[in-house]
């Protein structure tokens, strides 16, 4: 029932201005071309690597099969798993190196360090993160294979697959280090002095307690440090060398599905060309590997993380 | 009695101070790892990067720097080559990626942080910048170069580039930005809306002006990681010999990464020094940016 | 409850009333957070809703001006009269209600902005902006502020006393020239000394504006108001839900000397709350 005409008049006006209208239309478009960034890259990468399966030359099966990727000879093979396995490799190396520093630095920081120490070492992590890879990839070139894997190893070659590793490996250090801290700081402090006020010692309470009970995240930051390991471009390229055959020598050049996509686009390539679509070939191959495992770290810091109060 | 428990100690305290022992290890080595780096890299660089000398048999040439490093075209003599272009071609980038990335970034956040419903559309796109966050940097070079380079008909030019780059750092700005926004309390807004003010009111006239220093902030983070990047910007052509400041948006160009990325592939010895010097000046780059980014969150950012 | 009416139907046409609730419940998706509440606030008075923690006082007030809205879950049945229209008629705007019912919050939430830009905002959103200094020295004298600040209005407001932010925070409100202000809980944040300042202004104020104020403090509603609504909560029957009920609603000088209801009674002296 209305009984105040003017007061109900004035309250059902509603302005509308134009620049509001503009704006909001602005800044939904800009949330949604998230979704649009997304569609583009597998789009992209699925049509030009139909054009590579398509070309004759080219079969799922030789992709798949065959031992040597030489995409530029006069014969060339085209057999990823050449690729994959050095790629595997080279990753591994590098998880063998950051799991073990990147998780005891991060127990250290969140179970051990004085709050001082703490505001010492967590910015140099954020330092050693934020060195662009083409740097490590210099210093795995020009330090580490002469002075640690010539040294240790005689018969590398200026190119090898463990240089490359380790220095992948540190380059990943922060990452597992600083997702390890978070999760082992996300557990309540009513367990870590709980344990400690039983008589724990602190090495019993951070590995007996604290970890168990921040493993999903651990876990998450291990899979997410193989996923970069696995995408990581410029250290294998400058310091991996290139050599297109299977086979398991840390000592000898390894070709990454990652630097043969540099190296295909640095000969000359024209667009059309098998090489030219072998590129997104790699290109998708890389992509499903590292979106697998990205979901996969995803879900496992979700679905087994420990609720608390 | 008294034996057991104190044999018990010692047990223990070895114990704990082994685990310790190995703690303090992983770090220093850490720790160490990027001094070395960095201890090499100004020790072979930084004489290139500051000495004078002389060069040439015949035609004697002065060669001054850092001046002459800063300013130089790229060379076939190690002495001679400079970063010129390479910087020039590093700032252009970082022109068009704030350019473009700050109002997207800034955008988005905004709509996902304020406007957007809480349904499974907006779930799909939170999950969809995750997902981008962890692509290789690699593949979104791969899609500029389908793209911008090719789709949009802007060839291998420092717009091509620029493009690219914005691409990869988009959903890491997007996701500091609505921490930011996230940071500001929400009694401001319902203070804003109790006067009268429309929620774009609200938003914009307050919210948004408070969380500015912290977008800022995400903003200039986001674009050092950019200016280091390398293989995004492989497919833009950014490789060949460049030899040459960009003067239009369209012009081929190089950057400073991609430039001592060259050079650390040559084989003789004294490209290592000049690699060095580009790689010293690189980091100083993202140096001063950092810092800048700290400045800017610490003298500006509000505190609740 | 029964509907609580005030005295007799003549003094009802001498008074005029600028709420009248009628049968309002708040709920939250599945949860009930208040029910059946009737009430009718008089115009230029003091009016209190007090009763434990828990009974719904903040989330009914609210209805008031809107700001439910904000909550995507919350829902309001039955009806409030405002002057008149149907606060929640269909084509009403919470926009334009906000700004002739205003309200002040329990924390201080002045905006991280100078003095003047805290009242200047509220008169540029609703384009009152004629005169803008004018009226900005009038809030704050109302306010009981403009001595303590006129030198210095483009100081930061974050840099003021809790209770001069409070104070800040009504300026700006009573900027944009509501006819009403709700107030939750003005005082709890704040010592004595302001909160004695602000029950001050309230008297003040109540000769242009109706007032609202939801309280914890007994004391405060038995000397500072002039008509009180006590409330409380009832537990559901499977004893996990707690919805707010009205007990009881007088002046508030009859409801401390001779409270109608025995729960009224017990919480006034103290038994529970």
């Not at chain 1, 309470?205 to 471009?233: C, H, V």
């Not at chain 1, 991996?240 to 000898?252: A, T």
């Not at chain 3, 109706?210 to 405060?220: A, D, E, R």
Request: hydrophobic share 45%; proline share 5%; charged share 20%.
């Amino acid at each position: 029932m209305i009984e105040n005409n003017k007061l109900y008049q004035d309250l059902t006006k509603t302005y509308t201005r134009p620049v509001e209208k503009i704006v909001k239309f602005f800044i939904t478009s800009a949330a949604f071309a998230a979704i649009l960034i997304s569609i583009s890259i597998v789009f992209t990468l699925l049509t030009e690597a139909i054009n590579f399966f398509q070309d004759p030359a080219v079969t799922f099966k030789e992709y798949f099969t065959a031992t040597r990727w030489t995409p530029t000879f006069k014969n060339p093979e085209y057999g990823v798993m050449v690729l994959i396995s050095s790629t595997l490799y080279i990753a591994t190396i590098a998880c063998l190196i950051s799991f073990p520093l990147g998780l005891f630095s991060a127990i250290y920081l969140s179970e051990f360090a004085s709050k001082r120490t703490r505001k010492v070492i967590k910015p140099v992590l954020e330092i050693l993160a934020g060195v662009p890879t083409v740097v490590f990839g210099y210093f795995a070139l020009n330090w580490i294979t002469p002075n640690i894997v010539q040294r240790f190893l005689p018969g590398s070659g200026v190119f090898n697959a463990l240089s490359a590793g380790i220095a992948v490996g540190i380059m990943i250090i922060p990452t597992i280090a600083s997702i390890s801290d978070d999760a082992l700081k996300a557990v309540p402090n009513s367990l870590r002095f709980g344990s400690l006020a039983l008589g724990s010692t602190r090495r019993i309470t951070a590995i007996k307690i604290m970890l168990p009970a921040a493993l999903s995240g651990i876990i998450a930051s291990f899979i997410l440090g193989f996923s970069r390991a696995i995408g990581e471009t410029m250290i294998v390229t400058i310091a991996g060398g290139q050599y297109p055959e299977l086979n398991l020598d840390p000592r000898r050049a390894m070709y990454t599905i990652t630097s043969s996509i540099v190296n295909v686009s640095l000969g000359d390539t024209p667009h059309g060309t098998t090489p030219y679509n072998a590129l997104f070939a790699l290109g998708i191959t890389l992509f499903i590997m590292t979106f697998v495992l990205n979901l996969a770290s995803d879900y496992v810091a979700r679905k087994y993380r420990k609720e608390y109060e | 009695m008294n034996n057991a428990i104190t044999g018990r100690k010692t047990e223990n305290a070895i114990k704990e101070s082994m685990f310790l022992f190995l703690l303090y290890i992983c770090v220093v080595i850490a720790i160490l790892t990027l001094m070395t780096l960095i201890y090499d890299v100004i020790s072979t660089g930084f004489e290139r990067l500051t000495d004078d000398y002389e060069i040439g048999i015949i035609n004697k040439i002065q060669v001054e720097n850092p001046r002459d490093f800063l300013t130089s075209l790229d060379s076939r003599d190690p002495l001679k080559a400079g970063i010129g272009p390479a910087f020039a071609g590093t700032i252009w980038l970082m022109f068009i990626v704030v350019s473009i990335t700050f109002p997207f970034g800034a955008g988005a956040a905004i709509y996902l942080q304020e406007f957007a419903p809480k349904n499974k559309l907006t779930r799909f796109i939170e999950l969809n910048l995750t997902n981008l966050a962890g692509v290789p940097s690699v593949i979104y070079g791969l899609l500029g170069l389908a793209v911008f380079v090719r789709l949009a008909g802007f060839g291998r030019s420092v717009l091509s580039g620029g493009l690219t780059l914005t691409l990869l750092i988009l959903p890491v700005v997007i996701v500091a930005s609505r921490e930011a926004l996230k940071a500001v309390p929400d009694t401001i807004r319902q203070g804003a809306l109790a006067l009268g003010a429309t929620k774009f009111q609200a938003i914009f006239r307050q919210v948004v002006p408070s969380a500015i220093p912290g977008m800022v902030t995400g903003m200039v983070l986001g674009l050092s990681r950019a200016i280091g990047e390398t293989a995004p910007l492989i497919f833009m052509g950014a490789l060949t010999y460049v030899n040459y400041y960009p003067d239009n948006p369209l012009s081929g160009f190089t950057a400073i990464p991609i430039q001592v990325y060259n050079w650390i592939g040559y084989p003789q010895a004294e490209w290592k020094d000049t690699a060095s010097a580009g790689i010293i000046l690189l980091l100083l780059l993202l140096l001063t940016m950092n810092s800048l980014a700290l400045f800017i969150r610490n003298r500006f950012e509000k505190d609740w | 409850m029964e509907k609580v009416n005030l005295n007799t139907s003549q003094e009802n046409l001498s008074k005029e009333f600028v709420f009248k609730a009628d049968n309002v419940s708040v709920s939250y998706g599945e949860f009930v957070a208040i029910k059946n509440v009737n009430l009718d606030i008089v115009k230029n008075k003091i009016t209190a809703f007090i009763g434990p923690s828990g009974c719904g006082k903040s989330t009914l007030i609210r209805t008031f001006n809107r700001m439910n809205d904000l909550i995507p879950s919350a829902s309001v049945s039955g009806t409030i009269n405002y002057q008149g229209v149907d606060l929640y008629d269909k084509d009403v705007d919470p926009v334009q209600v906000r700004r002739r019912i205003g309200m002040v919050f329990q924390k201080p939430n002045p905006f991280p902005k100078t003095i003047r830009e805290n009242i200047a905002f509220g008169l540029k959103v609703n384009e009152m902006t004629d005169n803008i200094d004018d009226r900005i020295e009038k809030a704050l004298t109302q306010a009981a502020l403009w001595d303590e600040v006129k030198d210095d209005l483009d100081k930061n407001a974050l840099e003021l006393s809790g209770g001069q932010q409070q104070r800040l925070c009504i300026a700006r409100t009573i900027a944009v020239e509501p006819d009403t202000i709700l107030m939750d809980e003005p005082c709890s944040a704040l010592d004595p000394v302001a909160t004695k300042r602000i029950e001050d202004l309230m008297q003040e104020l109540v000769q242009n504006f109706s007032i609202l104020i939801v309280t914890h403090n007994m004391q405060q509603a038995s000397r500072a108001s002039d008509y009180c609504a006590f409330f409380t909560t009832k537990t559901s029957d499977d004893g996990k839900r707690r919805t707010g009920e009205l007990v009881e609603f007088s002046e508030t000088n009859s409801m401390f000397t001779n409270p109608k209801e025995e729960l009224t009674e017990q919480y006034i002296s103290g038994r529970f709350g």
